[in-house]
């Protein structure tokens, strides 16, 4: 059976950026959130955009 599937994840983080939106900008671009297990097989992920004032996306 295929679905789709929403999952919030909670993420703390500390980083060297002066904003946190370039913080939030690299991890929606450049993180693997879910792996496939024994028993599910992830055929896709993706970091939905956080579309704040700042945000440079």
């Given at each position: ?17 002066p ?27 993706e ?11």
């Amino acid at each position: 059976m295929e679905d789709k599937i929403f999952l919030l994840v909670k993420v703390t983080i500390q980083t060297t950026h002066p904003s946190i939106h370039d913080a939030i900008t690299e991890l929606q671009t450049s993180t693997v959130v879910v792996g496939s297990t024994a028993n599910v097989e992830v055929l896709q992920t993706e970091i939905i955009p956080l579309n704040t004032k700042n945000s440079k996306n």
